[in-house]
């Protein structure tokens, strides 16, 4: 599949607060479901990632879900800090064989207010 | 470790003058390199893609070309920049059939 649509394309939250971003693709073929985090100036940075046989894969404070029958995966980040606000990508699973290409979600600019 | 270098950082160009950007890689073999290209506050265009020396792919029709002379190189050029063609370029490699892309630290052009 080529597409993958990101939601919210904006999301302000307190600190210490949970957030949660959803991408939902289109290729139910796709196994390989990654988030990025992108601060300002910087290239993105892979901050968690899943495999189509894992239903939920938690890191600290972030964790990201699977749902393969509704084709959606979500990031979840718990008790946010103001060093979490970056934008967020999910990225488009790339075809099984040939070569590893990934398609970008939107991105989601968050925000977490002191 | 690996580490990916991309220069210059920043570059400031004329409308119709020549574009050489630079990505190269360290502490990997073989990989699969990438250019993207982000415009101000927008997602990742994928422009060009590498599984090996020479072999470039391209994704997007443009000005832009890219070329691989070295396993570890990857350079993106141009022969006459357009206004459009400002942004934030991102270079990326992945192992040989590894899924997990690491980005470079940017280069952020702006064409005048």
């Known amino acids: 599949g080529e597409n993958v649509e990101q939601h919210p394309s904006t999301l302000s939250v307190q600190e210490g607060d949970s957030a949660v971003i959803k991408c939902t693709y289109s290729?139910?073929?796709?196994?390989?479901f990654p988030w990025y985090k992108q601060e300002l100036g910087k290239g993105p940075q892979l901050i968690i990632d899943i495999r189509s046989n894992v239903g939920e894969k938690k890191d600290q404070r972030i964790a990201v879900t699977l749902n393969k029958t509704a084709k959606h995966f979500s990031l979840h980040i718990t008790e946010t800090q103001p060093e979490d606000s970056a934008v967020y990508f999910c990225a488009d699973p790339p075809p099984t064989g040939g070569y590893n290409k990934l398609i970008f979600g939107a991105g989601t600019r968050l925000a977490v207010h002191p | 470790s690996q580490t990916i270098h991309q220069w210059p950082a920043t570059l400031v160009q004329p409308v119709g003058s020549p574009l050489s950007l630079e990505c190269t890689v360290e502490g990997t073999s073989n990989p699969n390199l990438y250019w993207y290209r982000q415009a101000a506050g927008r997602g990742l265009q994928l422009l060009f893609y590498s599984v090996g020396i020479g072999q470039i792919s391209s994704e997007v029709p443009q000005n832009l070309s890219a070329s691989r002379p070295q396993d570890r190189q990857f350079i993106l050029s141009s022969k006459k920049l357009l206004l459009s063609d400002s942004g934030f370029y991102l270079c990326?490699?992945?192992?040989?059939?590894?899924?997990?892309?690491?980005f470079g630290p940017g280069t952020r052009l702006t064409v005048t």
């Open positions: 990326a490699w992945s192992l040989d059939r590894g899924y997990e892309q690491y």
């Open positions: 290729d139910s073929a796709s196994n390989y």
